[in-house]
């Protein structure tokens, strides 16, 4: 017969954290959320890329829509100065034609002042054309001149006037049609679009890398 004794057990040890049911942590765990950080990163970065694109095509649009409502307006501009020169030209010759009209009649009625004289002359029974019936019929030719000289001296002023403020509308109306055929709506929607597409370029590459 054999005793039993101590001595004739194997000797072995459990691991503690078997024999309280606990898990040893993995290892992989870190990897995984470094890769959904990764993908968390380059998400924000393309929905950064997206909004800079549709910024840029939002800025585009109103680049184009400011060009083209400025390039209206000034031929709107250029079109009224246009008008006022040619209004300005009608009044330099309205004011010309008053007064050639204004010296006919100074004309006129000196004419019949002259003729009044003359009638008056001889029935007094003074010889028309010598002494002082000639000196009174000069008196009358030379107011009549004065007179028509004063009126067309105001007239070519005043025309004058007139013809330079035409001279200016004129010179508004060609700068501000110059300006508008050199606006192209087009030109700055594209040119809106290369600036933003310079700013997008940047974030979208760091997202390749």
Do not use: C
Request: hydrophobic share 45%; charged share 15%.
């Amino acid at each position: 017969m054999f005793a039993y004794t101590p001595s004739n057990t194997p000797a072995f040890s459990v691991d503690p954290a078997l024999s309280s049911g606990i898990t040893a942590p993995h290892t992989v765990a870190p990897a995984a959320s470094a890769s959904s950080a990764m993908t968390g990163a380059q998400a924000l970065s393309i929905f950064g890329a997206v909004a800079g694109v549709l910024g840029g095509i939002n800025a585009a649009y109103g680049a184009y829509a400011s060009a083209r409502s400025t390039k209206s307006a000034l031929k709107y501009q250029a079109a009224i100065s246009a008008l006022n020169a040619e209004q300005a030209e009608k009044t330099a010759q309205s004011v010309l034609r008053a007064g050639e009209q204004a010296q006919s009649q100074v004309a006129l009625r000196a004419g019949k002042v002259k003729a009044a004289q003359k009638v008056s002359q001889a029935a007094r029974g003074v010889q028309i054309g010598v002494g002082s019936a000639a000196e009174e019929i000069a008196t009358t030719d030379l107011m009549k001149e004065a007179d028509m000289l004063t009126i067309n001296a105001n007239a070519t002023r005043q025309a004058w006037a007139a013809r330079m403020q035409a001279t200016g509308y004129a010179s508004e109306s060609l700068m501000q049609g110059t300006s508008a055929e050199s606006l192209s709506p087009a030109s700055a929607a594209f040119s809106s679009l290369l600036t933003s597409a310079a700013a997008v370029a940047p974030q979208w590459y760091r997202r390749k890398v």
